[in-house]
């Protein structure tokens, strides 16, 4: 089985070079880009299963780099960010990027958060029905596609996988505990805060209200709820 391709795009070689190796070992296959340019270069001619992206370049802003891989792509992205503020995580999910690693971090944090990014990726297992829907969103589980009233709405990952387990569950609550568990990973080692930035912006993406919700309920200090389909209908 070939390896699975990671494309750094990091100029720190303090940084970079130990990951690299670090991703060598653990399997993957590294490609390790200095600048903002070349990375999208990279990007393109030869697609990586995952990019790990800086925010800060020499020539650009990371956020730019992942507003143009997200015209053409949907390749998971970690952003590689010195920011801890709230609204630069925002910023970042609102533009598509799957997760945030926060410096200085581990080799095996960043591991880690490579495996649970893509095992989401990974095709829906057979059996199940392909497509869920409640009310006018409709959510293809083959290509990983959503869309409200015909439109498609761009998912990161984890808010679609957000989304998924919510409708999966319609009218139930769903606990932030189960959510954490599923859409992040057992051992998740993050601020759980992290579950209600992605909601906030899955909401905003849904065109939900927070103040008086349609799609996303939220059950307060317990977990979330997805609407019914006969709540939808009213």
């Known amino acids: 089985m ?3 391709r990671v494309l750094l795009i990091e100029d720190e070689d303090s940084i970079s070079e130990p990951l690299a190796a670090a991703l060598q070992r ?3 296959a590294p490609a390790v880009a200095g600048t903002m340019a070349e990375g999208l270069e990279s990007s393109r001619t030869h697609p990586p299963d995952l990019i790990l992206l800086d925010v800060m370049l020499p020539d650009g802003d990371g956020r730019d780099a992942l507003r143009q891989i997200r015209s053409t792509s949907r390749t998971p992205v970690i952003m590689l960010t010195a920011r801890g503020d709230e609204m630069d995580r925002v910023i970042g999910l609102e533009l598509g990027a799957d997760d945030y690693v926060t410096k200085p971090f581990s080799a095996a944090e960043v591991m880690a958060r490579i495996r649970a990014v893509l ?5 829906p297992a057979p059996g199940g029905g392909s497509e869920l829907q409640v009310g006018e969103i409709l959510m293809d589980l083959d290509t990983r596609t959503v869309t ?3 439109e498609p709405v761009e998912l990161a990952l984890k808010e679609f996988e957000l989304l998924r387990m919510l409708m999966e569950s319609a009218g139930r609550m769903v606990t932030r505990t189960a959510l954490m568990d599923e859409v992040w990973d057992p051992n998740w080692f993050g601020p759980t805060k992290t579950l209600d930035v992605h909601v906030s912006s ?4 849904l065109g939900d209200d ?3 919700p349609r799609y996303i309920h939220t059950i307060r200090g317990v977990g979330f709820r997805f609407a019914s389909p006969d709540e939808l209908l009213e």
């Open 148 to 150: 409200k009233d015909g």
């Open 26 to 28: 653990e399997g993957f």
């Open 202 to 205: 899955l909401r905003k993406k």
């Open 119 to 123: 095992r989401r990726t990974a095709a």
């Open 210 to 212: 927070p103040a008086t």
């Open 2 to 4: 070939a390896k699975r």
